[in-house]
């Protein structure tokens, strides 16, 4: 079953990196020279629809790489379409020129991220567009990686092809935060995928392992899976739920599984290590731990990470272990004490909140550890939307604290 991600404006994620001043440059957008034919508006949003259509089809697949599509229009009329599939296959706009051929000399490329200049493991994009005679195109917003930052677009206005940017701006930020995050920080976007009651509650207090949200709910969270490029649970939730954290509801590729056992005390009778023939199931312990290892242990099973002021393991440093090895999304599913770590410590950047309409009573509260400090310092959702999950409740949005409130028009 493909079920569709919730939109959103994505407009708070555009003022969030604004605030960095490695992300002002690249994320501004740039109107059409004011020598260029008059374009229809109308037309741009509705090809650049296409393009974001085509990138998504790539979720789950392009990691460290972002989601791109492309579309190549002449006379009105799409002649060619590609998305990047893979990381280290071919780009969109390179397939999308090639479909069209001889068709391109003349013709508007749509294409939700700036094309890149540099050599990778493919040549420039650029060079392709050049080649191929291509005399406008139309981006939905400038690549705010370092080694890009604009300097595609500078090249295409130095040999007089015509570029617009902005199309779909926000749209095309929220298709690709995690790639964003990633390449202006170094460390991979944080969600938190949290399932409760209407009274806050995820289990029972007997720890009795317990499904509260339907089936819709459960589709998506696999869906969610197969997108991110990593999960995360701690210690009690392998424990307790005995979960395998594999894509099994839909089609797709199963993420990275991420386990946080301090003191490496888990027993390796549960299903996320039975199931490891793939290795993805990766140990995230103490490095003060001096468990040996077990025999066919792959060389990734192990993260040992410093311990924290609190003697637990410093978030901030699997993270950022977690980019060292090109993971640009994690989701954590928990559970309590997980939720409210990352919380606490001001990590988790988006929140997905299935809340079932039911109530437990006496339960387990699905944070724990994370209070306020002060009154009205409360932690709020903004840029949030409401959705349905058959008779489930999905509320999507963005932590904002206290004194990082979103900035106003004034502001900015």
């Known amino acids: 079953m493909s079920l569709p991600a919730p939109e959103r404006s994505g407009d708070f994620f ?27 508006p109308d037309d741009d949003r509705r090809f650049m629809a296409e393009v974001l259509a085509l990138a998504e089809k790539g979720a789950g697949r392009t990691s460290p790489n972002p989601l791109v599509g492309a579309v190549v229009v002449k006379d009105g009329r799409i002649i060619a379409r590609a998305y990047h599939q893979r990381a280290g296959g071919p780009h969109a706009e390179v397939t999308a020129l090639r479909t069209a051929g001889s068709q391109a000399v003349g013709s508007t490329l749509y294409v939700n991220l700036e094309p890149c200049c540099h050599y990778g493991k493919t040549p420039p994009c650029t060079d392709a567009i050049l080649s191929a005679g291509i005399s406008r195109v139309v981006c939905a ?15 295409l206005r130095s040999e007089g092809v015509g570029v617009k940017v902005g199309v779909l701006q926000a749209a095309a930020v929220k298709l690709n935060e995690a790639h964003i995050k990633y390449v202006l920080t170094g460390r991979p976007l944080v969600v938190l995928k949290i399932a409760q009651t209407l009274d806050g509650k995820i289990a029972f207090r007997n720890d009795q392992r317990v499904q509260i949200t339907g089936e819709e709910a459960q589709q998506y969270v696999h869906w969610l899976r197969a997108r991110y490029d990593a999960v995360l649970v701690g210690k009690n939730t392998v424990q307790v739920d005995n979960p395998r954290l594999t894509v099994r509801a839909i089609k797709g590729r199963d993420p990275l599984r991420l386990v946080l056992d301090s003191w490496e005390k888990l027993p390796r009778d549960r299903r996320i290590f039975e199931d490891n023939l793939d290795k993805k199931t990766i140990l995230v312990s103490l490095d003060v731990s001096r468990r040996p290892r077990l025999n066919g242990e792959a060389d990734n099973f192990h993260w040992r990470i410093p311990p924290n002021e609190m003697h637990q393991i410093d978030l901030r440093e699997m993270l950022k272990v977690a980019g060292e090895n090109q993971i640009t999304s994690i989701m954590v599913e928990g559970g309590a004490t997980v939720f409210g770590s990352f919380l606490r410590e001001r990590l988790a950047d988006k929140i997905q909140l299935v809340v079932a309409p039911t109530f437990f009573g006496e339960g387990i509260s699905s944070l724990a550890g994370f209070r306020l400090v002060v009154p ?37």
Do not use: C, F
Request: glycine content about 8%; proline content about 11%.
């Open 14 to 40: 555009i003022k969030e990196l604004q605030m960095s001043s490695r992300a002002k440059g690249p994320l501004q957008p740039n109107a059409e020279q004011p020598s260029a034919p008059v374009h229809n």
């Open 141 to 155: 917003m400038q690549d705010p990686n370092p080694r890009v930052k604009g300097e595609g677009i500078r090249i």
């Open 376 to 412: 009205g310092g409360a932690v709020r959702l903004a840029d949030m939307d409401v959705s349905r999950l058959g008779e489930d409740l999905l509320i999507t949005g963005y932590p904002v604290w206290p004194e990082a409130e979103i900035p106003t028009d004034d502001d900015e």
